[in-house]
């Protein structure tokens, strides 16, 4: 048998079902997929820079300063990582979605 918390109050009934009042922002990603990935998944875009991805980010690791940024426009996990020759951009692609007939690429 499970008994609420003897503090809590059910919310009104206009509040059941909304989204709440508070968002959430990446601030650091801990983890890499390259283990079981065989696929070019991390490169070296400056001395200081490298960049790969995990899950649906990617992510550019900046060494030195121990920060990141990061590329949130996937919905599904990355399969995939290029860089053009100048190692300005990146395009990654991801694994097709159950109702796609194939992934998605991002530049």
């Not at 059941?16 to 983890?31: S, W």
Request: with cysteine; aromatic share 12%; hydrophobic share 35%.
């Amino acid at each position: 048998v499970l008994h609420p918390p003897t503090s809590w109050v059910p919310p009104p009934e206009e509040e059941i079902g909304r989204d709440p009042d508070a968002t959430l922002e990446l601030d650091f990603v801990f983890g890499y997929g390259g283990l079981t990935n065989s696929a070019p998944n991390l490169f070296y875009v400056s001395q200081t820079e490298v960049v790969y991805y995990t899950a649906a980010v990617g992510i550019v690791y900046d060494l030195r300063a121990n920060t990141q940024r990061f590329f949130l426009g996937h919905t599904n996990d990355i399969e995939c990582l290029a860089l053009d020759s100048g190692r300005a951009f990146a395009a990654t692609g991801q694994q097709a979605d159950q109702t796609a007939e194939s992934g998605e690429v991002k530049v």
